[in-house]
């Protein structure tokens, strides 16, 4: 069978978007980028728990010195939907926990038993093996006895991963570096997979009303500084702001 030349354009085009996204992932593949500064990191979680995207991927800016966990951190608490679940500082730093993402976006997230996360997602307290995600469409991985978070480091994109010797409070980032924690059940790790971008998450509906609600207030602040300076009969008109 002969194909068509538009078939076979078609083709070539397929072929050369699969080529273009082959690889591993740079900088360039990240669309959620959180802090400021001259430094670039990467972050990169995997859950390896069968459901789909299992693995993401988040950028990190900053200047003079970070930390990976203040990366870790920073990434938790600017998006929504993911969760972690550390120990307190210690002789040995910081150990992670357990870390969980609202996979479903449905935009709730708990785990039982249940943890007390802050307003940034984040907690603090001790592990347990037996935690899991209420909904079993979100991601969530917890371990310390049957299984653990490994810690996986490289100084660029296109350098293979090689296991951290410090936990994340001992690693001093640098401008390119790649950080990435791959959840290994029974203690089976592997190297963190090819991650797909974390999307960047449509804003809190809670603050589009509390915004909506402030430009509403101050534009009825205007309306009633303006009436004050108008005649008895202009006072009269009023703002109402209804719940």
Partial sequence: MTLRSSECMVGLLMFVLAGHHAGAATFDDVEFWVGTGANRAAL???????????????GYRWDGEATGLDMLRAVVEADDRLFAHVSEP???GVSVYGI????????????????????????????????????????????WNTGFWGYSIKGSADEPWASALTGPLGRNLSDGAWDGYSF????????????LPAPVPEPRAIALL???GTVLLKACTRRVATATERSAKDNSVGCNISA
């Avoid at 990169?44 to 988040?58: I, Q, R, T």
């Avoid at 290994?184 to 991650?195: K, W």
């Fill in 44 to 58: 990169v979680l995997d859950w390896n728990d069968g459901k789909s995207p299992e693995a993401f991927v988040w």
């Fill in 90 to 92: 210690g002789p040995f």
């Fill in 100 to 143: 969980g993402y609202d996979l479903s976006g449905d935009g709730v997230f708990m785990v039982n038993p249940a943890i007390p996360f802050d307003f940034g997602g984040w907690s603090v307290g001790s592990a347990d093996d037996s935690r899991a995600a209420v909904d079993v469409g979100d991601h969530w991985a917890e371990g």
């Fill in 184 to 195: 290994a059940p029974g203690f089976n790790f592997t190297d963190p997979s090819e991650p």
């Fill in 210 to 212: 509390l915004i909506g």
